[in-house]
């Protein structure tokens, strides 16, 4: 069985909700779920709030860096490009809610008056939240109750709510709106065309030309803008992006070391064993047996012996 990403026609990534036709995803999260504890940077229609449990990690919104550890967390806005990190490869425990902005738009009114004004503030791309003031810790407890409320029987309801509230606080909080939106960069929009290509090729044998064109840039511009925005290559992001397919493969199928190595892209599973031990420091074997078992490795000197990711979750 192949997993593919699911990309709209904007390359923006569909987002796969908890419930059918109730676009809310709600999850607990751990940094030790990605390749190199990293995310892959991506963005999407929805608003996004993540909050800190413990340990700590940075969050990259639009090339801007922001650092959060426990108790804090962040709001991003719509179709901003983000992804969260650890530069010292340290976990960190999170809830990550996103929600999609339909939900607020009751009526025509509310929508206008509202909503647009926040997702259209070009001065307001993400907040970072603190427990040390009021109204941004009161949007965090919500965050939190939104992954608690979600198996209870009306929690539909107790969500939308919650929804509702934190927007409530947001819109009396923002900055000073503009008058409209200023056109996004034309750097940013290459990144996302780039991106989008890469999801969308990252089985076949790329080329840094191809990547680049992709973009309309040339190819010192590309690496450049991957450079600036998510602090790597485009082949480092390419990577990245194979080795993430791949755990997928790993958890999800019964598909052969081998097949899944050429299958995500790479020119031979010796060359997948080898790019997949480099970045996690054990095998893709190893990694499929302890996460069949659900046991994490005893301490020992192998370095096969690292506490395996269990699954992915959107940052």
């Given at each position: 069985m192949n997993i593919t990403i699911d990309l709209k026609d904007d390359r923006s990534e569909r987002v796969h909700y908890d419930t059918p036709h109730f676009p809310v995803y709600a999850r607990k999260g751990y940094l030790s779920y990605y390749p190199n504890y990293a995310a892959a940077s991506h963005w999407h229609d929805d608003v996004e709030l993540i909050a800190v449990l413990s340990g700590h990690m940075n969050y990259n919104v639009n090339g801007n860096i922001v650092t959060l550890k426990e108790g804090s967390g962040i709001f991003v806005n719509s179709r901003q490009l983000h992804y969260g990190y650890s530069k010292d490869f340290s976990e960190c425990e999170f809830i990550c809610v996103l929600l999609h902005p339909v939900l607020l738009c009751t009526t025509r009114e509310m929508e206008e008056n509202y909503v647009s004004p926040v997702l259209s503030n070009a001065d307001f791309?993400?907040?970072?939240?603190?427990?040390?003031?009021?109204?941004?810790?009161?949007?965090?407890?919500?965050?939190?109750?939104?992954?608690?409320?979600?198996?209870?029987?009306?929690?539909?309801?107790?969500?939308?709510?919650?929804?509702?509230?934190?927007?409530?606080?947001?819109?009396?909080?923002?900055?000073?709106?503009?008058?409209?939106?200023?056109?996004?960069?034309?750097?940013?929009?290459?990144?996302?065309?780039?991106?989008?290509?890469?999801?969308?090729?990252?089985?076949?044998?790329?080329?840094?030309?191809?990547?680049?064109?992709?973009?309309?840039?040339?190819?010192?511009?590309?690496?450049?803008?991957?450079?600036?925005?998510?602090?790597?290559?485009?082949?480092?992001?390419?990577?990245?992006?194979?080795?993430?397919?791949?755990?997928?493969?790993?958890?999800?199928?019964?598909?052969?070391?081998?097949?899944?190595?050429?299958?995500?892209?790479?020119?031979?599973?010796?060359?997948?064993?080898?790019?997949?031990?480099?970045?996690?420091?054990?095998?893709?074997?190893?990694?499929?047996?302890?996460?069949?078992?659900?046991?994490?490795?005893?301490?020992?000197?192998?370095?096969?012996?690292?506490?395996?990711?269990?699954?992915k979750e959107y940052i």
């Open positions: 791309a993400y907040r970072f939240l603190s427990s040390d003031t009021c109204w941004e810790n009161e949007i965090l407890a919500s965050v939190r109750q939104i992954y608690y409320d979600k198996s209870e029987p009306a929690s539909m309801l107790r969500i939308q709510s919650l929804f509702f509230h934190i927007w409530a606080i947001l819109y009396e909080h923002m900055p000073p709106a503009v008058k409209q939106a200023p056109k996004p960069s034309q750097r940013l929009t290459s990144l996302r065309d780039m991106m989008g290509f890469i999801q969308n090729r990252y089985r076949e044998k790329i080329s840094l030309d191809e990547i680049a064109s992709a973009g309309n840039v040339c190819k010192s511009s590309c690496c450049s803008i991957f450079q600036s925005y998510l602090h790597k290559t485009p082949n480092g992001y390419l990577t990245d992006y194979r080795l993430d397919k791949s755990l997928e493969l790993l958890r999800e199928t019964d598909m052969s070391i081998a097949e899944i190595g050429c299958d995500t892209g790479f020119c031979s599973p010796s060359y997948y064993t080898e790019t997949f031990r480099r970045h996690f420091g054990y095998s893709p074997a190893i990694y499929r047996k302890n996460f069949a078992q659900k046991v994490t490795p005893l301490a020992c000197n192998c370095e096969d012996a690292k506490q395996l990711p269990s699954r």
